[in-house]
């Protein structure tokens, strides 16, 4: 692999930019690094000494951003793992607390388009669908062996999916005959099963199932609770936490995570003085989600889809 094979164009490159306001000398958090773009641009910003913690729990991702991060020596701190235990990792790097934090959550181009990953269906693979494809569950071991409960409670809760019940019972059904074991088998199975569904649609119709799965796989929704919760912990006075979501799971949770930290006393107004002791921890630097511009969308589809919200943590002074 080399670096053009994962390096995809950061999504929101500008906005993200305008709204951490990295500058000279300080600390940053990549929390996706994918193929470090996004990682570049921050460390341009905070040069000449400022340093940029770098986490994917994808290797081929590390691979690839070792390489075009690699002009900024030691700057560029690049660890595998997971955001969610960000604690962990800056403890061992040394550091209590960070300048600016980004999570750019999903799926990047590159794995998207690595049929050996599993991710999607637009060519034949493995059932796999792993940031780290050397530890968890696959796809295929979950197919395998959860009952038709469980399945349907992937696809509605994971994947927003209409038809989950009649997709999971299909699933039940067919394996005892011939376990799935690839993209492409899964796909046609959505597709036989799904009202519609080998008709010519926008969207295909096993797009939400394969989503779904790719979150229980990888466990993103609990990992984005843990990141959040981390992240403001771990921010300065005046630190900033920016996340780029891209379904609604996603952006909801991030949404009503940033209002709750910003929120401040919740006592009914009747009450002449505070009793509930409740101060915002942040706020909001957005209160509506930043999406890209039309050229944007044109020149990189993938960000289509993407949404950006951030918040900046409040000193005492700020709180009262």
């Given at each position: 692999?080399?670096?053009?094979?994962?390096?995809?164009?950061?999504?929101?490159?500008?906005?993200?930019l305008?709204?951490?306001?990295?500058?000279?000398?300080?600390?940053?958090?990549?929390?996706t690094?994918?193929?470090?773009?996004?990682?570049?641009?921050?460390?341009?910003?905070?040069?000449?000494?400022?340093?940029?913690?770098?986490?994917?729990?994808?290797?081929?991702?590390?691979?690839?951003?070792?390489?075009?991060?690699?002009?900024?020596?030691?700057?560029?701190?690049?660890?595998?793992?997971?955001?969610?235990?960000?604690?962990?990792?800056?403890?061992?790097?040394?550091?209590?607390?960070?300048?600016?934090?980004?999570?750019?959550?999903?799926?990047?181009?590159?794995?998207?388009?690595?049929?050996?990953?599993?991710?999607?269906?637009?060519?034949?693979?493995?059932?796999?669908?792993?940031?780290?494809?050397?530890?968890g569950?696959?796809?295929?071991?979950?197919?395998?062996?959860?009952?038709?409960?469980?399945?349907?409670?992937?696809?509605?809760?994971?994947?927003?999916?209409?038809?989950?019940?009649?997709?999971?019972?299909?699933?039940?059904?067919?394996?005892?005959?011939?376990?799935?074991?690839?993209?492409?088998?899964?796909?046609?199975?959505?597709?036989?099963?799904v009202?519609?569904?080998?008709?010519?649609?926008?969207?295909?119709?096993?797009?939400?199932?394969?989503?779904?799965?790719r979150?229980a796989?990888?466990?993103?929704?609990?990992?984005?609770?843990?990141?959040?919760?981390?992240?403001?912990?771990?921010?300065?006075?005046?630190?900033?936490?920016?996340?780029?979501?891209?379904?609604s799971?996603?952006?909801?949770?991030?949404?009503?995570?940033?209002?709750?930290?910003?929120?401040?006393?919740?006592?009914?107004?009747?009450l002449?003085?505070?009793?509930?002791?409740?101060?915002?921890?942040?706020?909001?630097?957005?209160?509506?989600?930043?999406?890209?511009?039309?050229?944007?969308?044109?020149?990189?589809?993938?960000?289509?889809?993407?949404?950006?919200?951030?918040?900046?943590?409040?000193?005492?002074?700020?709180?009262?």
């Amino acid at each position: 692999m080399n670096v053009p094979d994962f390096c995809h164009q950061p999504v929101l490159a500008r906005e993200v930019l305008e709204l951490l306001q990295p500058e000279p000398g300080q600390v940053f958090v990549d929390g996706t690094l994918g193929g470090g773009g996004h990682a570049r641009l921050i460390l341009e910003c905070v040069a000449p000494d400022g340093r940029l913690v770098g986490l994917d729990r994808d290797r081929d991702a590390l691979a690839a951003a070792s390489q075009l991060l690699a002009p900024f020596g030691l700057r560029a701190l690049l660890r595998q793992g997971n955001f969610a235990d960000l604690a962990i990792h800056l403890k061992a790097l040394g550091l209590q607390k960070v300048d600016g934090i980004l999570l750019d959550l999903g799926v990047s181009s590159y794995q998207l388009d690595c049929a050996e990953r599993g991710f999607s269906f637009r060519a034949d693979g493995p059932l796999d669908m792993r940031m780290d494809s050397t530890a968890g569950t696959s796809a295929a071991e979950i197919l395998a062996t959860a009952d038709a409960d469980r399945l349907q409670s992937i696809f509605r809760e994971y994947g927003e999916e209409r038809w989950a019940g009649r997709i999971a019972r299909e699933i039940v059904r067919s394996r005892d005959q011939k376990p799935l074991a690839t993209t492409l088998q899964l796909a046609e199975l959505v597709s036989r099963v799904v009202p519609g569904g080998r008709s010519p649609q926008r969207i295909h119709p096993a797009t939400r199932v394969f989503q779904a799965l790719r979150i229980a796989v990888n466990h993103e929704l609990e990992s984005l609770a843990r990141g959040l919760e981390a992240g403001l912990d771990l921010l300065v006075v005046g630190g900033r936490m920016a996340v780029i979501s891209f379904h609604s799971l996603e952006d909801r949770m991030v949404k009503q995570f940033f209002r709750q930290a910003s929120t401040g006393c919740t006592c009914p107004p009747r009450l002449p003085v505070c009793v509930c002791g409740r101060v915002p921890q942040a706020k909001l630097l957005n209160r509506r989600g930043i999406r890209a511009g039309e050229m944007e969308r044109e020149e990189n589809p993938r960000s289509r889809s993407a949404v950006l919200r951030g918040v900046q943590i409040l000193g005492e002074s700020s709180r009262s």
